[in-house]
């Protein structure tokens, strides 16, 4: 069992820097790939970026070279920093973990997730 909450969403302008957060808890939450979903109105959920229990990290196309994702397993928290935001960036971002090691920038991969943060970029 794996629960999920993110963190540190907000209204921000184009060209900031933004820092969100996903807190995790259960006894082997160590061991799960977690990964950064977001969806914007109107638009399917798109991966964001997903780390594996080996700390490796995957980007998606639209985040690379403007993302960095992290985790702390002693406190059960994975980091998502981007630069340089666009407005298309703007969308709802949730935080979903997986035992699986495959198919891991699929949505469907995933078996759990958190509510999700709203990121507004305005121009």
């Known amino acids: 069992q794996v629960q999920l909450v993110e963190f540190g969403g907000g209204l921000v302008q184009a060209g900031d820097s933004l820092r969100l957060f996903c807190a995790g808890s259960?006894?082997?939450?160590?061991?799960?790939?977690i990964a950064w979903f977001r969806q914007a109105p109107g638009k399917e959920r798109e991966l964001v970026a997903f780390i594996t229990s080996f700390s490796i990290p995957t980007y998606g196309d639209s985040v690379k070279g403007r993302c960095t994702i992290s985790r702390d397993n002693a406190k059960n928290e994975i980091y998502l920093e981007m630069s340089s935001l666009k407005p298309e960036d703007t969308a709802v971002y949730y935080c979903?973990?997986?035992?699986?090691?495959?198919?891991?920038?699929?949505?469907?991969?995933?078996?759990?997730w958190g509510q999700g943060t709203q990121v507004t970029v305005s121009s």
């Open positions: 979903a973990a997986s035992l699986r090691k495959m198919a891991l920038e699929y949505v469907g991969t995933y078996d759990y």
């Open positions: 259960g006894p082997t939450f160590f061991c799960y790939t």
